[in-house]
């Protein structure tokens, strides 16, 4: 691919500048959309590189040695982040997970997650932090996480067979390696981990029971494996829905192992239905966002690494809050932006996606899992 190409400037360059309103009032906590869902979860991408070449993500033909990502100087600094998050934290966010790109590649990630871990809610509670990685530093970098203040970890393996996950990842990344770098952040503390697996029908979908039997064994209940329908993100990774395997039967070929019991939701906007082995040995769920829409629940922000606010992940065009940032506008105001973007917000592209009504897609290229998160 050649230098002159970058199918994604247009997205990680062209959005709008959120209107400061005249006359807005403080944030409240109670901030909701026009479809009255609460906004709960901020999602911030800190880097929009990875060290993976993940076919259902960022895949090699496309994100090749050419590929122009972004320059250091737009990134949003740590401070920054931190600014725009307590802002979020005014109006109701009590969540923030630091995603990517792989997050970890980000020098110094852990000097964020303790200024991050200074915050408080409205309610004076500590903010929920959690970090998305491949696993490929984590071993390193877990006690350091821990010790910033990093209480919840999601890792992701798409297989325990070497030979489908470094396919998987097409760089040769070894699943034991991952695996250790769960032990590492266990060894270290961290309270709350889960696993996530990616499933692509044909591709590694025999993994299912393998991995389970496996995270079943190594963690029981110290370690939650999650199973997510391989999705429609961005315009890079050729999805196909025949190569969606639906979340039930994920669930009935585990079901026919072991014995599964349902649990209730914990919260309003959980994404995954959750179960639990009869054994009571730990706990498995499924993220279904192609065959069973959330959407109604959703009370996810999306913030990319150099400050452009998504309202979905399926966004096509996103809101410039580093304009505002580094424009010199006071907190006030960036609160009182963010307050209009939201209430503005109806997105509900799976929903509609689901219900095959025409548009849903909005005709645009959407924004990239690597650019934003999952």
Request: hydrophobic content about 40%.
């Amino acid at each position: 691919m050649g230098e002159s190409v970058n199918p994604l400037a247009d997205l990680r360059y062209a959005a709008t500048v959120p209107r400061i309103p005249e006359h807005a009032e403080p944030p409240n906590g109670r901030l909701a959309d026009r479809l009255g869902r609460p906004l709960r979860d901020l999602r911030i991408s800190v880097t929009d590189r990875c060290n993976f070449r993940c076919t259902y993500c960022m895949p090699k033909e496309v994100f090749d040695r050419d590929y122009r990502f972004l320059p250091h100087k737009s990134l949003l600094t740590f401070e920054e982040i931190t600014r725009i998050a307590r802002l979020f934290i005014a109006h109701g966010v009590h969540k923030v997970r630091l995603t990517g790109g792989e997050p970890l590649l980000r020098k110094d990630i852990e000097a964020l997650v303790a200024q991050l871990a200074q915050l408080r809610t409205a309610a004076g509670e500590r903010l929920d932090i959690a970090v998305t990685t491949n696993g490929s530093l984590l071993e390193r970098k877990a006690h350091a996480l821990h010790e910033a203040g990093l209480e919840r970890i999601t890792v992701s393996l798409d297989a325990l067979d070497e030979s489908v996950f470094q396919r998987m990842n097409d760089v040769g990344f070894a699943a034991a390696d991952v695996l250790r770098g769960i032990d590492a952040a266990l060894a270290a503390g961290i309270a709350r981990v889960k696993i996530n697996m990616v499933v692509k029908r044909g591709t590694n979908d025999r993994e299912i029971v393998p991995l389970a039997r496996h995270v079943r064994e190594r963690y029981g209940r110290r370690a939650a494996l999650r199973f997510i329908e391989y999705m429609d993100v961005g315009a890079s990774n050729g999805w196909r829905m025949d190569e969606v395997l639906p979340s039930a039967e994920v669930r009935a070929r585990l079901a026919a192992v072991f014995a599964l019991e349902p649990l209730e939701a914990t919260a309003r906007g959980e994404t995954a239905q959750r179960w639990r082995y009869a054994d009571g040995a730990g706990e498995v769920g499924f993220v279904s966002s192609v065959t069973q829409a959330f959407c109604r629940d959703c009370n996810r922000a999306r913030l990319s690494t150099e400050g452009k606010l998504f309202l979905c992940l399926f966004a096509t065009h996103g809101h410039d809050l580093r304009a505002l940032l580094r424009g010199g506008a006071s907190d006030e105001d960036i609160a009182a932006a963010i307050g209009l973007v939201w209430r503005g917000r109806e997105d509900r592209y799976s929903e509609l996606r689901s219900a095959a009504q025409p548009g849903a897609g909005g005709g645009s290229r959407r924004v990239e899992m690597h650019y934003i998160g999952g």
